[in-house]
Each structure stands twice: as C-alpha cells, then as structure tokens.
C-alpha cells in the first residue's frame, strides 16, 4: 500500500485567513480524495482529484472555498479559504492504491482549529 | 440510495474479552465491498479489513474478523482478545458501485478497559 505524508498535522488560525493542506504520495497515482470530518461527525468526501484536470467537487462544496492543485502524480494540496470556526474539522487526503481490497490508504489527517 | 449504519455510538470491553462492533448497510447493487478502518485519538485513519459482496468466507485479519451476513445486509465487525491499544474510533465503509467513492459510517467508539 502507500504510504502518503500529510501536513501539516495540526494547525490553529484565525477567521479569515486561509490554510493549504499538503499531501506527498510516495506513488503515483490517479486520483486523490479529499474528506472532512467535523468534531464528533464521520468523514465526507470533499472532492477528488486527478491530475491535469480540475477537480469534482461534491455537493455542497465548492472550488471558492477548497481549491485543490494537483500538479503530478505524487502531489496534491487543499486550500480551505476564508476559514470561519464551522471549518474545523480533521482534513484528510487519501488515496486508493493496489487491489480493490486494500481500501483507502490515508494520510495522517490534519487537524484545524478556526478561532 | 447507499447507506452505512453504525447504531453503536459507544462501546466498552474488557482487556481480553472479545467485542462485536455492528454494521449495517443498504445498497441495491450486487457487488460492493465493505470496509473497517480504526481512528485512533491522533486521528489517522487505518483500514482493518476488507469483504467483497461475492467473498464466499467472512474476512479475517489477525485478531479481527467480519462477520458477513449478506441476506440481512450486516457486516460486524469482531475484535478478539481486545488489547488497550484497541481504544479507538471504528468506522464501517462500503465502497460506492462503479465509483472510487466510499460512503462511512458514523463510527463506533471503542474503550478498552484494564
């Protein structure tokens, strides 16, 4: 499976202001995914990301407010813009690699705190 | 429309005592896959454990095993010989039909106890 470096880890910021969020796959791969999971909640896709093309954003979610860049194949980042407090959550990249019975491989996740 | 239910919001075992975790699902197609993960304080989240619709055996890993019921859309999962390290949140997956999309649970939180 991959092994995916997330950061940063944790991270708190005022409203306002804006966080990017790095992935490192240390495969290539086609596609990643972006989930949230709001205090105490279970994961919601974001949206995903291939490379070379602009990313699917799920209902609900838009580009204004998580741009996502996806330069190569081991590479991606989440940019969560004009952070209010509902915007902390725990923020993690994920990728699906190998067999279709491996599942997801995640990154460490990155937990934001908005003040 | 695909749903995963967890109805337990909280679980507690004895340290060496075996503990199921429930799952429900809800799915019209007939090939899916259902899939653990553990999330542990730090937040990470650590796939467990894997059944395809077609798997003819319940999975097993180690001290986890699936108990797949298909006729009654269940697939619990069971953790034998629970360790304090076992304290975590446990979540049910099943992956979205034709898409590399996975619909989660809500999640079970698991406390061990000494």
């Known amino acids: 499976s991959a092994v995916i470096s997330q950061k940063p880890s944790r991270d708190i910021c005022q409203r306002g202001t804006s966080l990017t969020i790095q992935c490192q796959v240390d495969s290539q791969v086609t596609m990643m995914f972006w989930y949230r999971q709001q205090p105490g909640q279970s994961l919601t896709l974001i949206a995903t990301?291939?490379?070379?093309?602009?990313?699917?954003?799920e209902s609900g979610f838009v580009i204004d407010k998580f741009p996502i860049s996806r330069p190569n194949l081991t590479f991606s980042t989440l940019t969560v813009s004009n952070m209010s407090p509902e915007d902390s959550s725990i923020y993690l990249c994920?990728?699906?690699?190998?067999?279709?019975?491996?599942?997801?491989?995640f990154g460490s996740g990155t937990r934001l705190t908005v003040v | 429309a695909q749903k995963i239910t967890q109805t337990q919001p909280g679980m507690f075992v004895q340290e060496k005592e075996a503990v199921t975790l429930d799952c429900t699902y809800d799915?019209?197609?007939?090939?899916?896959?259902l899939f653990w993960y553990k999330q542990p304080s730090s937040g990470e989240m650590i796939f467990l454990i894997y059944q395809g619709s077609y798997d003819q055996q319940n999975a097993t890993e180690g001290r986890y095993s699936l108990n797949f019921q298909k006729a009654r859309k269940s697939a619990n999962l069971v953790i034998s010989a629970s360790q304090l390290g076992d304290s975590a949140m446990y979540f049910c997956a099943m992956r979205v039909s034709g898409t590399y999309k996975y619909i989660f649970g809500t999640g079970t939180r698991l406390k061990v106890l000494a």
């Open positions: 799915t019209s197609d007939p090939s899916y896959g």
């Open positions: 994920s990728v699906e690699l190998g067999q279709r019975d491996y599942g997801y491989t």
């Open positions: 990301a291939n490379q070379g093309s602009e990313a699917t954003y």
